[in-house]
């Protein structure tokens, strides 16, 4: 239980990558200023989270289970924290969907927005009424540099954070007026499960609906490409929970941002994936090694 003074802070999606690693870091508070409730849809996935958790377990963090995707659940879940009061909601369950829309089904689009969109929404409307009653509080929702701007390949998993930007930008005003803040995270590419689950789920494809350009432009030319980024510019779990932005990735962003009609994004994707593949892979490579130390390490020790 929460002593008086402390934050009370609840994690969605804590079984694994960033909401792990942002509950621990949080109920490791050198200043205990935080009591962390970690939640997780199947608690037989606590264990990873328990180990990194330590002394921290059973004191500053407890878990509860909750599945976004759930009436029920949400309401139960929250009807068991202590005079439902929680201070800080870490929107941070989500899940990605990779491939040629012709392949994907609806019934499939539906669950990435059924977590990604309406898991948050069905989050905010059971915990708002009593921040607002209380006139503080702050949501916290983890979007994604693709809540900013499309990847491609990534058509349906951008257009669930999109929509998360629209609906959170709309009710950051009125949520101002009770003294609540709303702060939405946007990391580019993290090593986490996310990763992993979405390369498993490739290896799966079939592709059915789709032609044969298309599948060879997403298995020969995307996908390679988005392995070298991964590998390039990829975060820890740890550089988010820590709040570290990633400056590899800020100048595409800043590309939507240069010029409003979206040409330059679009053109300068279209460029990189089709025109300058080789020489990505090569620009990747390089950056690689710039941002490891292997190159600073052999300029000091040439043995
Ligand atoms: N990794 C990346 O490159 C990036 C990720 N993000 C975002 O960060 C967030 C965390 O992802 P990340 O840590 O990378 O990925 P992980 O797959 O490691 O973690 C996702 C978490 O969400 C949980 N989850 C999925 N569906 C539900 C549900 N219905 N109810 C409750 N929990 C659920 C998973 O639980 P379970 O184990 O039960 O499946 C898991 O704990 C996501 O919102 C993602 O979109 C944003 C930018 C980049
Ligand atoms: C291939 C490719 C790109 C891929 C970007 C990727 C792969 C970003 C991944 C972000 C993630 C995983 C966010 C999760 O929420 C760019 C840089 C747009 C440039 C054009 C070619």
């Given at each position: 239980?929460?002593?008086?003074?402390?934050?009370?802070?609840?994690?969605?999606?804590?079984?694994?990558?960033i909401?792990?690693?942002?509950?621990?870091?949080?109920?490791?508070?050198?200043?205990k200023?935080?009591?962390?409730?970690?939640?997780?849809?199947?608690?037989?996935?606590?264990?990873?989270?328990?180990?990194?958790?330590?002394?921290?377990?059973?004191?500053?963090?407890?878990?509860?289970?909750?599945?976004?995707?759930?009436?029920?659940?949400?309401?139960?879940?929250?009807?068991?924290?202590?005079?439902?009061?929680?201070?800080?909601?870490?929107?941070?369950?989500?899940?990605?969907?990779?491939?040629?829309?012709?392949?994907?089904?609806?019934?499939?689009?539906?669950?990435v927005?059924?977590?990604?969109?309406?898991?948050?929404?069905?989050?905010?409307?059971?915990?708002?009424?009593?921040?607002?009653?209380?006139?503080?509080?702050?949501?916290?929702?983890m979007?994604?540099?693709?809540?900013?701007?499309?990847?491609?390949?990534?058509?349906?998993?951008?257009a669930?954070?999109?929509?998360?930007e629209?609906?959170?930008?709309?009710?950051a005003?009125q949520?101002?007026?009770?003294?609540?803040?709303?702060?939405?995270?946007?990391?580019?590419?993290?090593?986490?499960e996310?990763?992993?689950?979405?390369?498993?789920?490739?290896?799966?494809?079939?592709?059915?609906?789709?032609?044969a350009?298309?599948?060879?432009?997403?298995?020969?030319?995307?996908?390679p490409?988005?392995?070298?980024?991964?590998?390039?510019?990829?975060?820890t779990?740890?550089?988010?929970?820590?709040?570290?932005?990633?400056?590899?990735?800020?100048?595409?962003?800043?590309?939507?941002?240069?010029?409003?009609?979206?040409?330059?994004?679009?053109?300068?994707?279209?460029?990189l994936l089709?025109?300058?593949?080789?020489?990505?892979?090569i620009?990747?490579?390089?950056?690689?090694?710039?941002?490891?130390s292997?190159?600073?390490?052999?300029?000091?020790?040439?043995?």
């Amino acid at each position: 239980m929460a002593n008086s003074g402390q934050k009370v802070v609840l994690i969605t999606g804590c079984s694994s990558g960033i909401g792990l690693r942002i509950a621990v870091t949080l109920a490791k508070d050198e200043k205990k200023r935080y009591h962390v409730i970690a939640t997780m849809r199947d608690l037989k996935k606590k264990d990873k989270l328990v180990e990194a958790a330590g002394d921290a377990y059973g004191k500053t963090l407890t878990l509860l289970p909750l599945d976004v995707c759930s009436d029920e659940s949400v309401k139960q879940c929250i009807n068991n924290v202590k005079d439902r009061h929680i201070d800080i909601l870490i929107n941070n369950a989500g899940v990605g969907l990779l491939g040629p829309v012709e392949s994907i089904s609806i019934e499939e689009m539906k669950k990435v927005f059924e977590t990604n969109f309406f898991g948050v929404v069905r989050m905010i409307k059971e915990v708002m009424p009593d921040m607002k009653k209380r006139r503080s509080g702050h949501i916290v929702v983890m979007s994604s540099v693709m809540g900013l701007q499309g990847v491609v390949f990534n058509d349906v998993y951008t257009a669930s954070k999109f929509a998360m930007e629209g609906f959170c930008e709309s009710m950051a005003v009125q949520l101002m007026k009770f003294n609540i803040r709303l702060s939405m995270i946007e990391p580019g590419p993290v090593h986490t499960e996310f990763e992993t689950k979405m390369m498993e789920d490739v290896a799966k494809m079939e592709y059915p609906g789709a032609d044969a350009d298309t599948v060879r432009y997403f298995k020969d030319v995307y996908l390679p490409s988005s392995i070298d980024i991964f590998e390039a510019m990829g975060q820890t779990p740890d550089d988010i929970a820590k709040n570290l932005t990633n400056s590899l990735y800020t100048p595409i962003v800043a590309l939507k941002y240069a010029d409003e009609t979206g040409g330059l994004s679009v053109n300068t994707f279209y460029n990189l994936l089709f025109n300058f593949g080789p020489l990505m892979h090569i620009t990747m490579s390089i950056l690689k090694c710039l941002t490891c130390s292997c190159l600073r390490r052999r300029t000091i020790s040439p043995n």
